[in-house]
C-alpha cells in the first residue's frame, strides 16, 4: 500500500511500476542483486561513466515494454491486463540469470546461457508465487500463442536492446549510440498476433540499426574493454582451478569445478541456483583484491592489472594471427624472466569476436506498408553495414612490462 | 606519449588531461582505487542512477577548475603553467582521502577528516614523484600566497561542489538540481588574488545554491537513505568491534580497533596510509555478503537489510525526541522476540543531522560590482532559504518486521 | 483518419493528440496563426534560441495537461473522457488571444486582456462547431463544478506554466530554470474537487517557484529585453497614431484608432475578431521594415533600432527616478539635434514593472498531506524570495547615438 | 569595451566571441538580418520547433570552428592569431548571402547560388571595413595556401555541416540525427596543410554520414516540407511575374523581373545587393498574407495554403512519373471547376530531388592513420548507404479540395 511505485531515471525522467507484483518482484533478493552486477561489465576502465547495473537496465526495460503496450493499445490492439503484467514480468526478468560482469564470464559458472538460467529463476520465483509467473514463463520461452509479446521481450526490436542502446550510450557519454525509441515504439503495431513496424518509421529502425552497429565497434569491442575482459577472464579460469583458498566466498568456491558437476546432472538444481544467487561481482573484486597480494606471481599480476587499470596491448585484424607471431611474443614473455613457458602460454592469447548484427535470414523485422501489406525489413533498406562481424584479436602483456 | 588524453564523460562530453604528470597521478593505484568508491555512498538504494564513482567526480572538478583557468587567463589574469598544473593536482587529489561509501563512513576506519588524509596520500605521493606537488600542496592547505588557487579547490563556490552537484543530480535524474555552472565559470574574476564573481551572474550564483538546498533536501537527506546508511553504520561499527573474522578482508581487519592505536600516535603513518589504500566500497559489501549467513543474528540481520533493500524506517522532526518514543519502540522489538535488550537498543538510533548550507559569517562568496566594488553576496541577496539544518531524525526497525 | 496524431517535440520527444476534435482545432486558421506569433517577444534579442512560437507552446500545455490528467486517473480519480477533452480543448486554446508580440503588445489593438479574446475565439470557434465546445469554455471560465480542471488550466500551478517553465528555459539555453515537471505532475492529486500536490513533492514545488523567479530575472525582465519592448511599444504607438500608411498591413489599418471605437461598443465584435486574427508578428515586423526607410525620422529611428538591433540603455532601481534626471537625458538627446523635444519627451521613458511571484493570499497552491489533511503551500515554505517584485526603470537612447 | 561577448546558445552552453571584429560583424546590419531568416526554411510546418534563424547557426558554427582552431593549436599546429581571425570571420559571414527561406528560393532572386551572394556581402563589408578582410576571403574562396583553413569553412567535413547537423536535429526534436561532434573536433588535425581525422575517429566520422543522410530522408526531404517549398515556389514564381502590387515590400517589387537585368550586367552590382539586404522571410510572409485576400483565386488558394497548413499531396518514387498520370490529375483539377487548365498545369508538379550525400570521387575526406600515413576515407569504409539520392516527386493539390 505505501508501496514505491515510482522510481526516477535520468534517462526517462519516471519509471512508473503498473502492477503490484513487479513491485514484489523487484523487492526480492534474486532481483536486488542486479544492482551488484555492472551493466557493462568492464568498460567502464574505457568510459568511466559506465558503472550501471542490470538492476537500471531491466526496469528500463520494463518501462519502454510498458510504453509500447499503451501505444498498442490506443490502436485497438486487444491486450487484457493480465497479458500486459505477464509481458512485464517477463521483460523484468529477461536478465536475471546474469552473472558476475554479465557477458564477460558468460558460461564460467555455469555452462548455460545466460536465459537458461534467467528462466530458472523464473521457475523459482514462480514456486514461491504459486503460479502467478505461468503466463509470463510462457511468453518468455516463446510459446504463448500470441506471438508478439515474446518479440516484445527477444527479438531483433525487443524492448531490452531499445532500453540497452539507450542507456548505454548515455551512461558512457557516446551521444552517436542515441537512438529514436519513442518514435519506434509508437510506430509499433500488431498484425496477425506478430509485432510490425509502420512504414514511415523505416529510417528511425534503420538508424537504431546503425547505432546498434556503432556501438559494437565503438563501445562494445573497445580494444581496451577486450583487454579487459580477456584478463578478468585468464584469472577467473585461474581461481576456479585452483579454488582451494579459504578467502574466496563460499559461492565462488562452490562453483570451481562445477562445470564437471553439472554435465552430471545436465539441469540447474535449486542447490546451484542458490549458490549462483549468491554470486555478483563483489566476489570477482573482491578475490581480485585478495590475490593482488597472491604468491602466484602470474594470478597477483592479473589481479594488479585489473585494479590499477594496467592492461594488455591488444590488436585486431581481419584474418587470423600466424603462429610465428604469437610464438615470438611468448618468447618475449619468458625471456624477460617474469613468467614460465606455461604462464606466457595463458597470457598471449588470440581469439575471434563473432557477431551477426542483423538476422536477415529468420526472425526478420517486420514493416507494415501503408497498403497494409507486412514485408520484411530487409525489402525495403540495404543492409551492407550490417554484415557479420568476425575480428580476430591478439592479447598480451605489453612488452614494456 | 600515447598516452590517454581524452575521456569520455556524459556531462560534459570531453574531458581533456592537460598536463602529463595529470595522466601519471590518474594511473596511479591510490586514485584508480577511487573507481571502488561510489561517489554517492547509498543514495543508489533510492536513486539507481546514482552509481558514479569518486573516480569520475574527481576528473570532473578538475575539468572544470580548467575551464575555470582558461577563462580567467582571458580575462588578463596571469596564471603561470606551473600554477595552472599545480592548481590542477590539488583538485584532482582532493577527494583521494575518501574512503568506503564516501561521508558514510568518514572517521570510522582512521578518527580523522577525509580532506586529512587526502593530504597524507598527496604527500606520499610527493615523496615518490621527487617534490613535483609541492605547490599542488601547498594551494590545497592555503598557503600559497594567491588564495583564489585553493578557492577554486575548496570554498563556498569552488570547482569540487559545481561538479558534484551537476554531477549528482544526472546521475540520480533529478533535474532540479541543474545548475549554470558554465555561465558561473565564465564570470569568476580574481581580483587581488581573491576569487570573485561578476555582478550578473548573481542570479545564477543564488540558483546554484537553491539547487544545493534542494538536493540536500530531496537527495542527500533523502529518508531511505539515511536509514541505509544507519544501518551500514551499525553494522561496521559490529563488525570492527569484533574483527575476527578471517573472511573480512586484510585492510578491515587491520582497521579494527586501530582508532585506539591511532590516538597514540596521533598521525597517519605510511603504514596506515598503505592499509587504507587497499579499502574501498568492496571490503564493505564483501562482509555484507559474509554475515549476511552469520550465526550473529543482528549482524545477519543488519547485512541482509542493505544487501535486499529491507530499510528501516525514519522519521525526521524539527525537535528531538522523547525518551519514552525511543523506549517504547525497542520494547516493541524485544517483545518480537527477535533481539535481546541490547541488540534493540543499537537497533533503535535517534540523531541529528546538522548541516549550515551558507556561511554568511567568513569566507563569503564575493560579488564585484559593475563599479569595480567586491562586496559579500549576503548584501545582494536574501539568504533565508540556506539557514542551517538541524533535522533530528528517529530511526529504527519497521514493526512489520 | 489519415490525420496527424503524433507532433515531434524537442522537450517531451512526442506530443501526441488524444482527441479528434484537438487535430481539428490545430488545423483551424485561428490557430496555425499562433506560429507567426514568438512565445517570447523580443527575448530572442538576448538569447537567440528563443524563438520558438506561441503554437508550439499551446501543444506542449496541453501535452502536460494530458499526462496529468492521466496521472490522475491512475489514482482513481473519475475524469471522463468528456471532460478530459473539454479539458484539453481549453489549454490548447487558452492563449489564442494573443496577439503580435505576445504580452510585450497586450491591449495596444484592443483594450483587453488576451485571456478575454481567447474567450471571444473559443466562442466563434464553439459557433463553428455547433456547441461542442460549451464545457471547454465552461472549465476555461471557472464555472465547471469540478474546479480542478480549471485549476490545471489556469492557477498557480497549472499546465501552462509548467510547460512555459519548461520551453523558455529549453529554448534560450538558460538552464537553471529547469524544472521537475514530471515528479509534479505525478504527485498531482484531487480532494473534493479541488487540485492538491502530495506533501513528498513540496520540494518539487518550491523549486518550480524559484525557478520561476529565477526566469523572470535573468530572462523575462532580462535589461535588453527590455529596452526592446520599450522601443517596439513607442513604434506601435506611433504608427497607431498616424496608421495612414497605405504600406501597412489592412488589420494593421483597421486597429489604428480601435480603442476608441471598443470603448463605444464595450465588447469584442465579430468584425474585430475576425480582423485581429489577422494580425500576428509579421504585420508589425513588416511595418517596421517599412518604416526604417520612412522620413519621419523619430519612426525610422525606432525601426532600425529594433531591425538592428541598436537598442537603448535601461537602468534599473527600486525607488523611482527623479525628474530631474529624467529631463537631464531628454536634454541631452534634444542638444545633439536629432530629436524634437516632443521627440525626446517620448524617448525617454520611466517606467515601474510589478509582479507578484506568489499570492499567498488567495488561491494558494494545496499540499495534501500525508495525514489527508489538505494546508497552504505557505504553511509549509518560507516564501521570502517570492515577495512581489516592484522595478523601475529608465529607458532611453544611449549618448553615443 | 563593454561589448557583449557571450551568447547563451541551448546546444554549446555558451558562445564566446573571441575577437572584436567578429563582434562588429554581427552587429552589422547584414548579419542582423539573418536573425529574420528561418534556418530550416519550411520545414517547422512537420517539426513546430524547427524555428531557429542562420543568425543561431552562423554563430555556432563560428563557436565550433574556434574549438576545432583550439584544438589543432595544442597539437603543435601552428595558428597566428591573425590567421585564426580570418577563419572565424569566414566561416561567421559563410551563409549571410542566404536570402529568404534560405534553399527553398535559392537562385530566385539573384540567378546565383547563395555561397556567391555571401562573397559580394563580404567584400562590401572589407571595404567598409578597409580591408580587414582580406584573410578572411582569401581563405573562404580558397585561395589561401594553406588549405586546412578552406576546408574547416567547406568541405566534406566541415563547421558549419557539423553545427546544422547538431542544430537542426536539436531544434526539430529528432535525435537520431545526433552526431559527435566533439569527438571529431578533437580528432581533427593537419597534415601537409590539409585536414585530416585521425584513425580512431573513423566510426565517428561514419555516424556522422549517416546522420547526415537520416536527415536528409526524415527531415530535409520529408513529405510535407517538400509540399510546402513546391507552394512556396509557385507562389513567388507568381508574385514576381506579376509585381505590380502596391503592398508588396519595395525590395520585393526590385526583384521581380530582375533576373533579367541580372543577365545583362553579369555581377552583383551594389544596388542589387542593397536590395538583396533588405529581403528576408518577413517580405515573402507578409505577401502571402495580402494575397490570401487577392482577386486572383490560384494566388490566393497558394497563400491560404502555407499560412493555414492545408497542403499538396506528395509521391514520391524512384523512376519518374508518366505523363498520363500527371494529365489525369491536372483533368480531375480543372473538372473540380475551381481552376483553369493553365493553372492545374502549374499546380500539379512533378520534378526531381537528386543529392550526392557523399562524393568519393574528389576531396574527400582524410584519414590519419596511426603509422603516419593519410589515406581517402572510402578506403577505410563501405559508402552504400551514401549513394546518390534520385527521388522523383510528384505534388498537386489534394483531390478533396
Known amino acids: 500500500m505505501n508501496k514505491l511505485k515510482i522510481i526516477n531515471d535520468p534517462i526517462y525522467g519516471l519509471i512508473r511500476i503498473p502492477f503490484p507484483i513487479l513491485y514484489d518482484l523487484i523487492q526480492h533478493p534474486y532481483f536486488q542483486r ?118 516484445l521481450i527477444s527479438s531483433q526490436l525487443d524492448m531490452d536492446r531499445l532500453d540497452y542502446l539507450n542507456r548505454d550510450s548515455f551512461y558512457s557519454g557516446v551521444v552517436e549510440g542515441k537512438i529514436g525509441y519513442d518514435r519506434i515504439i509508437t510506430m509499433l503495431s500488431v498484425v496477425k498476433d ?42 577467473v579460469e585461474e581461481i576456479l582451478a585452483k579454488a582451494d583458498n579459504a578467502l574466496y566466498s563460499e559461492p565462488l568456491r562452490y562453483f570451481a569445478g562445477l562445470s564437471a558437476k553439472y554435465a552430471a546432472e545436465d539441469h540447474v538444481s535449486s542447490e546451484m541456483l542458490a549458490q549462483y544467487a549468491r554470486l555478483d561481482d563483489i566476489d570477482i573484486i573482491h578475490s581480485l583484491k585478495v590475490e593482488r597480494e597472491s604468491d602466484d606471481k602470474m594470478v597477483s599480476y592479473l589481479a594488479g592489472s585489473l585494479l590499477d587499470r594496467q592492461l594488455f596491448e591488444v590488436i585486431f585484424k581481419n584474418s587470423s594471427f600466424s603462429s610465428d607471431f604469437v610464438m615470438e611474443r611468448r618468447q618475449n614473455i619468458v625471456s ?66
Chains 1, 2, 3, 4 share one sequence.
Open 34 to 151: 542486479l544492482r551488484r552486477i555492472k551493466q557493462m561489465g568492464l568498460s567502464h576502465l574505457v568510459y568511466p561513466g559506465a558503472v550501471h547495473s542490470r538492476f537500471h537496465h531491466a526496469l528500463g526495460a520494463m518501462h519502454l515494454c510498458w510504453s509500447a503496450l499503451q501505444s498498442l493499445r490506443t490502436k485497438s490492439i486487444d491486450i487484457s491486463d493480465q497479458e500486459a503484467e505477464a509481458c512485464l514480468i517477463a521483460i523484468l526478468l529477461h536478465d536475471i540469470g546474469h552473472g558476475p560482469f554479465s557477458h564477460a564470464l558468460e558460461r564460467k559458472f555455469l555452462p548455460v546461457s545466460h536465459e537458461e538460467i534467467s528462466l530458472a529463476f523464473m521457475e523459482a520465483l514462480n514456486m514461491e508465487m504459486t503460479g502467478r509467473l505461468d503466463l509470463a514463463i510462457s511468453m518468455f520461452i516463446g510459446e504463448y500463442e500470441r506471438g508478439f509479446f515474446h518479440q
Open 336 to 401: 624477460q624472466g617474469h613468467f614460465s613457458e606455461s604462464e606466457a602460454q595463458k597470457l598471449v592469447r588470440i581469439g575471434l569476436e563473432s557477431k551477426t548484427f542483423y538476422n536477415a535470414k529468420s526472425s526478420e523485422i517486420k514493416i507494415l506498408c501503408k497498403n497494409g501489406e507486412v514485408k520484411n525489413l530487409s525489402s525495403f533498406i540495404d543492409l551492407p553495414r550490417q554484415k557479420d562481424l568476425n575480428l580476430h584479436y591478439f592479447c598480451a602483456p605489453k612488452l614494456e612490462l
Open 194 to 235: 506478430e509485432l510490425v513496424v509502420e512504414e514511415k518509421a523505416v529510417f528511425s529502425v534503420e538508424k537504431y540499426l546503425s547505432s546498434r552497429h556503432f556501438m559494437y565497434w565503438q563501445v562494445y569491442l573497445h580494444r581496451t574493454s577486450l583487454a579487459a575482459e580477456v584478463i578478468l577472464l585468464l584469472f
